[in-house]
């Protein structure tokens, strides 16, 4: 019996858009920006703060730096300036439709315990808290936990975090039901003893969602 469902983030509430951040980066002279970018767990720079090990202006001097290794010709001039690589980034987050927001409240009316578990970083759930905000949802409110990998130094599809979350939530594998956009990650939390749900990328899944913990 399904008494736990815990959501990633990106890819499942929210909408996002790769295609847009890697035109964004690669205006800004960020060539190498196809490379690090992945919907399921970004490499580089990107990595390093969506596992926390950046802070903003290490993670805006890093690309920098990627971008001057490319073009061993530009002037410190020529470089863009934190602003617009933190736009760049920000452009990947598409917003959050209501509805998705308001299946999870009224799931926890139903008595399930709720929570999130996203691979992303301070730049994304910073920007994108505020489509819980227009919705009318505080996140932290909404969700009983809310694990963020920027936080937590680890990502999907490290078994440990799986690990972490059921040692800190005291969830049972059996009776909690993970929901995530990527096969991989579903695996992973599938070998664990966690139920899985591989939503479609930008699909409405409350429907199945909802037979699936009948």
Same mark, same amino acid.
């Given at each position: 019996?399904?008494?736990?469902?815990?959501?990633?983030?990106?890819?499942?509430?929210?909408?996002?858009?790769?295609?847009?951040?890697?035109?964004?980066?690669?205006?800004?002279?960020?060539?190498?920006?196809?490379?690090?970018?992945?919907?399921?767990?970004?490499?580089?720079?990107?990595?390093?703060?969506?596992?926390?090990?950046?802070?903003?202006?290490?993670?805006?001097?890093?690309?920098?730096?990627?971008?001057?290794?490319?073009?061993?010709?530009?002037?410190?001039?020529?470089?863009?300036?934190?602003?617009?690589? /933190?736009?760049?980034?920000?452009?990947?987050?598409?917003?959050?439709?209501?509805? &998705?927001? =308001?299946?999870?409240? %009224? @799931? +926890? *009316?139903?008595?399930?315990?709720?929570?999130?578990?996203?691979?992303?970083?301070?730049?994304?759930?910073?920007?994108?808290?505020?489509?819980?905000?227009?919705?009318?949802?505080?996140?932290?409110?909404?969700?009983?936990?809310?694990?963020?990998?920027?936080?937590?130094?680890?990502?999907?599809?490290?078994?440990?975090?799986?690990?972490?979350?059921?040692?800190?939530?005291?969830?049972?594998?059996?009776?909690?039901?993970?929901?995530?956009?990527?096969?991989?990650?579903?695996? /992973?939390?599938?070998?664990?003893?966690?139920?899985?749900?591989?939503?479609?990328? &930008?699909? =409405?899944?409350?429907? %199945? @969602? +909802? *037979?699936?913990?009948?």
């Amino acid at each position: 019996m399904i008494k736990n469902i815990v959501f990633d983030f990106g890819g499942v509430l929210l909408d996002l858009r790769p295609d847009r951040c890697i035109e964004q980066f690669t205006a800004l002279g960020y060539g190498r920006i196809k490379e690090v970018l992945s919907m399921a767990h970004q490499q580089g720079p990107l990595g390093q703060i969506e596992e926390g090990h950046l802070t903003l202006q290490a993670f805006c001097d890093e690309v920098r730096r990627e971008i001057k290794a490319e073009h061993e010709d530009w002037s410190d001039t020529q470089l863009p300036g934190n602003r617009e690589i /933190v736009c760049a980034f920000a452009s990947m987050a598409d917003g959050v439709p209501h509805e &998705r927001l =308001d299946i999870i409240d %009224e @799931l +926890k *009316q139903q008595g399930y315990h709720v929570a999130a578990l996203s691979n992303t970083n301070l730049v994304h759930w910073g920007y994108c808290q505020r489509y819980f905000i227009e919705a009318g949802y505080v996140p932290t409110e909404l969700f009983e936990h809310l694990w963020l990998s920027c936080d937590l130094h680890l990502a999907k599809p490290d078994p440990r975090i799986f690990e972490y979350i059921l040692r800190d939530s005291g969830y049972k594998p059996e009776e909690t039901l993970f929901v995530d956009d990527n096969p991989k990650n579903c695996a /992973v939390a599938e070998s664990l003893g966690i139920h899985s749900f591989c939503a479609p990328v &930008r699909s =409405d899944w409350r429907e %199945e @969602l +909802k *037979q699936l913990i009948k």
